[in-house]
């Protein structure tokens, strides 16, 4: 059975960021998804935006690793195309207070849209009215570690 699993962004900027704190849990656990043939990887279309914006500006990548970087992302993921119907539900949520954060619910309707049954985000706080099971990259790798 495939289970499909929406990838946060802050687990992928993790990913590559040796410098976060949650960066070996990240790596461990989206190479253990990645190589897992009953797992499909989801992102939102938005989010290669974003990651981009983090990775050249804030962590001062360099244009040329960043695209390379966005590339692998988007070549290893299924990028869910963010719609003008995504937007406005993502609006409708956080004006009914589901969602604090514009960013996490796009994500959320994303997630929900692919029939994610697993978010894994290191912000588990961003999604406290998810209807969708939250794990961090810290608890998957315990998880993901005992079944070995």
């Known amino acids: ?24 849990d990240s790596v461990y656990v ?14 939102s279309s938005d989010m290669i935006s974003n990651i981009f914006y983090i990775l050249n500006n804030h962590y001062k990548y360099g ?12 070549k290893a993921h299924v990028v869910h195309p963010v719609s003008f119907d995504d937007i406005s539900m993502s609006i409708k949520i956080c004006k009914e207070a589901q ?3 514009y960013e996490d619910a796009l994500q959320y309707i994303c997630a929900l849209k692919e029939e994610c049954t697993l978010i894994v985000t290191n912000n588990p706080k961003d999604f406290k009215n ?15 570690r005992d079944k070995i």
């Open 130 to 144: 998810s209807l969708i099971e939250i794990k961090t990259t810290k608890e998957l790798s315990r998880l993901l």
């Open 99 to 101: 969602f604090r954060d």
């Open 63 to 74: 244009f040329e690793k960043t695209l390379d970087v966005i590339d692998k992302i988007s």
């Open 30 to 43: 989206i190479g253990k998804l990645f190589g897992d043939e009953n797992v499909e990887l989801f992102i």
């Open 1 to 24: 059975m495939e289970q499909n699993i929406f990838i946060d962004a802050n687990v992928l900027i993790d990913l590559f960021e040796k410098k976060r704190i949650f960066h070996d």
